[in-house]
């Protein structure tokens, strides 16, 4: 096991930070139970610290599974793999391909850990397709006794449903069985429509493709639309950056220098959006051109080094346009300055107690704010606009819905709390910011 020697643990964007009594890297299922058993509590375990909701804080325990990763086996039948928790999905891409398989959706970056994808009900887009959870088989936890348990839809099935998406509360998955597809390519084409005709047809669009999603500088008439389709062109290699690499590529410069520039002149930031708008070609549904062909794993992550803050919430997808529309009027009137354009993307229903996409086809959307401008007065805003849409917030970005309201939201939110103190009568696994998320003692 390696013990690390500077006690501080810090999210990705910087704002949440925490000094546990230690900070545990185990090597193996037998050593993080042992961890779990003896920890000081509240015992939590952090996967890539994407999340920007304070779920990883701990003064007792942080657990990294960074040691345990890989692949353990594959089905190649069933076209399933057991995968170690801490495994990133960067790193499981290739694993995969060896194995002539990949993950049926992503998200838009890759730097997280499988195991902390599930555990916010992470998705990317297409409307037929599920969130990363939801394609999980089987997973194993260890719990807050250190006893190990196997979970599925025949082993301990109540476990299964309220683990997929559990945010670490119920105990600590060490390995995790996957539901995959046989190795696909990806072609992406896309660029910019105007709004009014991307709303209009987003039904249409969205049966189109098997990913479809759109971003949308507030103060622009145009959006820039991004489509992935199944392709049986060659495959071209994609050159990743590595993890640390702090280099900007171009466009990630021209970015920060406009969101440096709408900070100190905030009347820009109009036109500044419209010109980050018009940086991308046009897209005509007409136009047939080839776009780029990559696998899976290589197609849907891009690289994020502009930091930035986070409100996302999932509302019932055939009212996604109206939801986002009012969102975008807000935003250009409220007198808040910001730059970043809103996300709008879907995925499918599940069947995940505290999942947002429970028995619900959802449209997300997404907000940021730059990472040195205040974000809550624009995210409350925006917020108040998603709770009239019974919009359900993503557990790792920002929000501020409580137990109450969250009660409302999802219908086995009681069966979800009854599971989480039988398994963890002591709350073992729970810091402040999960025992008011659940409204425990
Ligand atoms: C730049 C950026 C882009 C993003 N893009 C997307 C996107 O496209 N789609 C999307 O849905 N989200 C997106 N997110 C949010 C992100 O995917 C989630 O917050 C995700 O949970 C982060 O994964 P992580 O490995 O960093 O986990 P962490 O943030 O470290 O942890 C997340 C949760 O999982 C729990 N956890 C971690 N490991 C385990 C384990 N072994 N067993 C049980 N619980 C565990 C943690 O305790 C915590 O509660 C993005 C975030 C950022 C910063």
């Not at 250190?146 to 839809?153: H, L, P, Q, S, Y």
């Not at 970043?340 to 995925?347: A, D, I, N």
């Not at 107690?353 to 007065?377: A, K, N």
């Amino acid at each position: 096991m390696d013990f690390v020697m500077t006690n501080v643990w810090s999210n990705w964007s910087g704002w949440v930070k925490s000094w546990p009594v230690a900070l545990l890297e185990p090597v193996s299922e037998e050593e993080l139970a042992a961890i779990v058993k003896d920890g000081v509590a509240p015992v939590r375990v952090a996967g890539s610290g994407h999340s920007f909701t304070p779920l990883v804080e701990s003064q007792g325990t942080i657990i990294s599974l960074k040691n345990m990763s890989g692949v353990i086996d594959h089905n190649d039948e069933a076209k399933t793999a057991r995968i170690k928790a801490g495994t990133t999905i960067r790193d499981l891409g290739p694993l995969l391909l060896d194995r002539g398989m990949g993950l049926a959706n992503q998200g838009d970056i890759d730097r997280q850990s499988l195991a902390g994808a599930v555990g916010t009900g992470t998705h990317g887009t297409g409307g037929e397709l599920g969130s990363l959870s939801a394609g999980v088989e089987s997973f194993r936890l260890v719990t807050a006794s250190g006893e190990v348990v196997n979970a599925n839809r025949e082993e301990n099935i109540n476990i299964f449903n309220a683990g997929r998406v559990s945010m670490g509360s119920l105990g600590i998955m060490s390995e995790i069985t996957m539901k995959l597809k046989p190795a696909y390519v990806l072609e992406e084409t896309g660029g910019r429509m105007p709004v009014d005709e991307v709303l209009a047809r987003v039904d249409e669009l969205r049966e189109a493709h098997r990913h479809f999603e759109f971003f949308w500088f507030p103060y622009s008439r145009e959006a820039i639309v991004k489509f992935l389709s199944e392709t049986e062109a060659e495959a071209r290699p994609r050159r990743r950056r590595p993890d640390d690499d702090k280099a900007e590529t171009r466009d990630e410069k021209i970015f920060r220098v406009a969101c440096e520039a709408s900070r100190y002149l905030p009347f820009l930031r109009g036109r500044l959006q419209n010109f980050l708008t018009s940086a991308s070609g046009r897209y005509s549904l007409a136009a047939d051109a080839p776009g780029r062909a990559r696998w899976s794993h290589d197609a849907f992550p891009s690289d994020r080094n502009n930091r930035f803050n986070e409100m996302e919430y999932a509302v019932p997808a055939e009212r996604g346009p109206d939801c986002i529309r009012e969102v975008a009027a807000y935003m250009r009137t409220c007198g808040i300055n910001f730059l970043f354009p809103l996300e709008y993307r879907y995925v499918a229903a599940d069947d995940i107690w505290l999942s947002p996409f429970y028995e619900r086809d959802s449209v997300t959307i997404s907000v940021h704010q730059y990472h040195r401008q205040p974000y809550r007065e624009l995210f409350e805003g925006v917020e108040n606009i998603f709770r009239r849409y019974q919009g359900r917030p993503h557990w790792g970005k920002l929000h501020t819905a409580k137990a109450s309201e969250l009660k409302g939201l999802y219908p086995r939110w009681d069966d979800f709390l009854k599971v989480r103190s039988d398994i963890d009568p002591t709350g073992k696994f729970l810091n402040p910011y999960l025992k008011e998320l659940f409204g425990v003692d």
